[in-house]
């Protein structure tokens, strides 16, 4: 039961672009806490996609953006490649649970028609 | 080469213990701030616990608090996870992932993952 809400699947056509929304609350994307979206490719380790609400690391591709407004954030993958079909993740910090806690959104699956 | 390795997954029984540990190379292992992640089979990531740089902070979900102990070992750049009292919805693929800060912050994201271990808690 995950504080932070993504949609299940998208799917597009390569080439196409394709966002990811990641609904949150006044108690975590709400409250100004940072929001980091990771990509799992099948049988892998996930990886660091975009980190700080709209930053990416170095060697990730600029097709690779993400924003945040309000109480949620979004990843938007522009000129889909098949190589990008994966599970996303977004996260971030929720204060309204008791102690410390790293959450992340439900998982969106990306399908490349 | 940034590499994170973690070993000592397995199956255990319900209850049983179980220690993870994650090797660390290619970066200074003592200035980062570590956590693990779980991902039971077929479903999303789950934060479990983190730990700071220098090992004096640790924090810890509520469903793993009690239960788990994280810490690390500077001089042998690891990381450990112990796991006593283990339930079968324990059972997941647990990574380590690190930190970008020596200290843990609300607003860390996690840049370097391992390959992950499996834990299968059944009798």
């Known amino acids: 039961q995950s504080v932070l809400t993504q949609p299940p699947s998208v799917s597009e056509a390569p080439g196409q672009r394709v966002t990811i929304s990641c609904t949150g609350s006044s108690s975590n994307i709400g409250a100004g806490y940072d929001v980091h979206w990771y990509q799992q490719l099948p049988g892998t380790a996930p990886k660091l996609l975009i980190y700080g609400n709209s930053n990416r690391p170095s060697g990730v591709p600029d097709r690779f953006s993400g924003s945040k407004s309000g109480t949620s954030a979004s990843l938007a993958i522009t000129g889909l490649q098949a190589e990008d079909e994966a599970d996303y993740y977004c996260q971030s910090y929720d204060s309204s649970l008791s102690g410390h806690n790293y959450v992340f959104g439900t998982g969106t699956k990306v399908t490349v028609l | 080469e940034v590499q994170l390795l973690e070993s000592g997954g397995g199956l255990v029984q319900p209850g049983g213990s179980l220690r993870l540990s994650c090797a660390a190379s290619?970066?200074?292992?003592?200035?980062?701030?570590m956590s693990w992640v779980r991902q039971a089979p077929g479903k999303g990531l789950e934060w479990v616990s983190a730990i700071s740089g220098s090992g004096g902070s640790t924090y810890y979900a509520d469903s793993v608090k009690g239960r788990f102990t994280i810490s690390r070992d500077n001089s042998k750049n690891t990381l450990y996870l112990q796991m006593n009292s283990l339930r079968a919805e324990d059972t997941a693929v647990y990574y380590c992932?690190?930190?970008?800060?020596?200290?843990?912050?609300?607003?860390?994201?996690?840049?370097?993952w391992g390959q992950g271990t499996m834990v299968t808690v059944s009798s």
């Open positions: 992932a690190k930190g970008v800060t020596v200290v843990v912050t609300a607003n860390d994201a996690f840049d370097i």
């Open positions: 290619g970066f200074t292992f003592s200035s980062y701030a």
